[in-house]
């Protein structure tokens, strides 16, 4: 199966780039560069890519607001965000405006590949460093814990175990790190992770994190 890819990035060297990885792979075929978020909302209309790679800071649109329209259009694309340390508070905003995931710009091809196919077959993709960085920058503005209700309610919910994986993803642990972090296996790590999914009706693990951020969980 072919992997349509729509570039958006204000940079058209950046754009060249990426489209030479993603060229140089028989499985992917890059339908479009746009040069803004509104571009990128009119070519995801037309050209039904299955990822767009989505810049952030960008004129006429931003990322954020491309983001939100094409998710909120019933669009099946999926958003992978691409973005710096220095613009991490516009990535959470991105995360709840319905992207799939986010990618610092630098990433190495094979994580870039590997991540657009990920993200292409339903997955979330967060890079843990960012995912780090974010709650740093944000730990400060964050309630000291869960608000009386929601910790109550996680109490009753999860067991211990869960509620110790809840942490670890929320502060950005890829599923090798939890496991040797709590001595288990990947795909005991990867059931408990699920069983967080479906008790707290999330999509994914980037509303794993979004949902830590708004409750104060986290373990820095």
């Known amino acids: 199966m072919t992997i ?8 058209p060297l950046l754009s060249l780039g990426f489209r030479l990885v993603l060229e140089a792979q028989p499985d992917f075929t890059v339908v479009g560069e746009a040069g803004d978020g509104a571009q990128a909302v009119g070519m995801t209309r037309a050209l039904e890519p299955d990822v767009v790679l989505m810049d952030v800071r960008m004129p006429v649109m ?15 694309a999926k958003v992978l965000v691409l973005t710096t340390f220095d613009l991490d508070e516009y990535v959470y905003a991105a995360l709840r405006a319905g992207a799939s995931g986010f990618l610092l710009k630098d990433v190495p091809p094979a994580d870039l590949l590997s991540a657009v196919r990920a993200v ?52 950005g642990l890829s599923n090798t790190e939890i496991a040797g972090e709590l001595t288990l296996s990947e795909a ?13 009706q ?8 979004i949902f830590a951020y708004e409750n104060g969980i986290r373990s820095i």
């Open 202 to 209: 999330l999509r994914d693990r980037v509303q794993i994190v």
């Open 4 to 11: 349509s890819v729509l570039l958006v990035d204000d940079q």
């Open 120 to 171: 292409a077959g339903g997955h979330a993709v967060v890079a843990p460093a960012v995912t780090r960085r974010l709650l740093e920058k944000f730990a400060p503005m964050l309630p000291a814990g869960p608000v009386a209700d929601q910790g109550e309610r996680l109490r009753e919910l999860l067991t211990a175990r869960e509620r110790e994986v809840l942490e670890l993803v929320a502060r």
């Open 188 to 200: 005991t790590v990867k059931a408990h992770v699920g069983r967080l999914l479906a008790k707290l």
């Open 62 to 76: 931003d990322g954020i607001a491309a983001t939100r329209a094409i998710v909120e259009g019933g669009r099946s």
